[in-house]
C-alpha cells in the first residue's frame, strides 16, 4: 500500500470560459515504469476509486513492463490519496492487457475484461470478476475465456450488468471470418448457470455490411436493450469503403436478439469513426462522440470529431450538439461521454491548439452546457502537463471531475487526476 502525495496543482484559465473561473487541477497519483492507463475510472459508495493500467505490474509473460493491473485510490486522513494494486494479471489464463475500466455491483465486486490472455490456443481475452477476500486482499474469477471463434476475440469495451446478475459486452473481433479474416466482433451476453459456471450466449455477429464492425466503447442498458456504436461499417461506400460507422440496439423479438440500426454515419459534418460507445440520458436519449468527422483543419483531414445526440422521439434523428475545432476544445475526442444531473456533457480530447506536441502530450477535459446559442464548451480543463487523455472521465458528489492520462512514450508514466471547477 502506497500512500501517494499531491504531485502538481496547477491553475488553467482558457479564452472561452470566465476569467473568474480558474480550476484546479491534480495529480493525484502517478503510475511509473510504462503502465498505460487506458479505459475509465468507477467509484464506490465509499469514495472509492477503482481502475486498470494495460501493462505494468509483476507479470512477466507480457515481457518486462508487465500484463497489467486493478487498483483502487482510497481518500486518506492526510488529504491525499492510498493506492493499492488488487490484482496483477500474469498474461496467462487470468488475462492479460486490460483496455477498459471496470464496473461493481452492488455487493463490491468489480468486473471487466481484459484483451489478451485466457485460452492458450487463442490468448484472446477474459471476462474477469475481482472480489474482496474475507481475510482481505483480492480474488479473480475468470467468468469466460474467449476461443476467437464465433464467441467472438478481444473484448475492447466496457461491460454492463444487468439487475439478475447476467454481463453484456462486445468483442472488437471474432464471430465470423469477415472484415480480412480477423471476424468483424460480436455482442455478447453472460449468465450465471445452476453449477456456479457461466454460459455465453452470442447476441448479434457483426458483418461489416450495413449493421456494422468492430464495436468499441461502453453499451448503454435500458431495461432489456442495449445501445452500443461500431466503429465502422454502415455506409460501405464512405470513409474509404470501410463504412463509417453505426450507432445499434439490440433487442428482443419473437425469434431471439435482433439488431437494429439506428444511426449510419457518413463521414461528413455527421461524424465517423464512434469508438467511444453509448451513453444513455434521464430521457432516453444516446449520447456519444465521434472521433472523427466535422470541422476539418490541416491536422484534421478527416475532421477534429464532435458530440451527437440520438432522440427516439425523432426517429433516431442525430443533433450535433457541438463540433471539435483543434483551438483550444482539442480534437479527437476519446471515450465514453459523462453526464451530470443537469444534462452537462464531459467528455475528453487531445491535441489542443495550444499543445506543442500534435496528438500527444496534451489533453483537455471538455464540459458542453446547453445555452441560447446552442450546445458549447462551459469549461475546458487542462489535464496536467505531458500527459494526453486517455479515456472517460467520472465525476463525485461535489461536481469534481477524475479521470485518467499518459506520458511520452519514453517515460510510460501515466496516472490519475481531478479536477476541481
Not at 450466449?201 to 432489456?224: E, K, M, N, R
Not at 477524475?402 to 510510460?412: D, R, V
Amino acid at each position: 500500500m502506497q500512500t501517494l502525495n499531491l504531485l502538481a496543482v496547477v491553475a488553467v484559465t482558457f479564452g472561452l470560459m470566465d476569467a473568474a473561473q480558474a480550476q484546479t487541477v491534480k495529480e493525484i497519483a502517478t503510475f511509473p515504469g510504462y503502465t498505460f492507463a487506458f479505459g475509465g475510472l468507477a467509484f464506490d459508495s465509499a469514495g472509492n476509486l477503482y481502475g486498470t493500467t494495460n501493462i505494468g505490474g509483476s507479470g512477466t509473460v507480457c515481457g518486462q513492463n508487465g500484463c497489467g493491473t486493478v487498483f483502487a485510490l482510497s481518500p486518506n486522513s492526510s488529504g491525499g490519496w492510498t493506492e493499492t494494486v488488487l490484482y496483477t494479471f500474469t498474461g496467462v489464463s487470468d488475462g492479460a492487457n486490460p483496455l477498459t475500466g471496470v464496473v461493481l455491483d452492488a455487493a463490491g465486486n468489480l468486473y471487466g475484461t481484459t484483451r489478451h490472455g485466457g485460452s492458450a490456443s487463442c490468448v484472446c481475452g477474459n471476462v474477469y470478476r475481482l472480489s474482496p477476500a474475507a481475510g482481505g486482499g483480492w480474488t479473480e474469477t475468470v467468468l469466460y475465456s474467449f476461443t476467437g471463434g464465433s464467441d467472438g476475440s478481444s473484448p475492447e469495451g466496457t461491460v454492463v450488468l444487468d439487475s439478475k446478475g447476467n454481463i453484456y459486452g462486445t468483442t472488437y473481433s471474432g464471430g465470423n471470418s469477415g472484415c480480412f479474416g480477423s471476424g468483424c466482433g460480436v455482442v455478447f451476453k453472460l449468465s450465471p448457470t445452476s453449477n456456479g459456471g457461466w454460459s455465453e450466449t452470442v447476441l448479434h455477429t457483426f458483418t461489416g455490411g450495413i449493421d456494422g464492425s468492430h464495436p468499441l466503447g461502453s453499451l448503454a442498458l435500458q431495461g432489456t436493450t442495449l445501445y452500443g456504436a461500431a466503429a465502422a461499417g454502415g455506409i460501405l461506400n464512405a470513409c474509404n469503403y470501410y463504412g463509417c460507422g453505426v450507432v445499434f440496439k439490440i433487442a428482443r423479438s419473437s425469434t431471439g436478439w435482433k439488431e437494429t440500426v439506428l444511426y449510419a454515419f457518413t463521414g461528413g459534418q455527421d461524424g465517423s469513426d464512434p469508438v467511444s460507445g453509448i451513453t444513455l440520458d434521464s430521457s432516453g436519449n444516446l449520447v456519444g462522440a465521434a472521433n472523427q468527422g466535422g470541422v476539418k483543419t490541416s491536422q484534421c483531414p478527416y475532421g477534429c470529431g464532435l458530440t451527437f445526440k440520438l432522440t427516439p422521439s425523432t426517429g433516431w434523428r442525430e443533433v450535433v450538439l457541438y463540433r471539435f475545432t483543434h483551438g483550444n476544445d482539442g480534437a479527437f475526442p476519446v471515450g465514453p461521454v459523462t453526464l451530470d444531473a443537469a444534462g452537462n456533457v464531459f467528455g475528453e480530447t487531445i491535441s489542443p491548439s495550444w499543445c506543442n506536441s500534435f496528438i500527444s502530450l496534451c489533453g483537455v477535459v471538455y464540459k458542453l452546457s446547453l445555452s441560447s446559442a446552442g450546445w458549447q464548451p462551459s469549461a475546458l480543463y487542462q489535464i496536467p502537463s505531458d500527459w494526453n487523455s486517455s479515456g472517460s472521465v467520472v465525476l463525485d458528489a461535489a461536481g469534481n471531475i477524475f479521470g485518467m492520462g499518459n506520458g511520452p512514450s519514453e517515460t510510460g508514466i501515466s496516472g490519475v487526476f481531478e479536477i476541481t471547477p
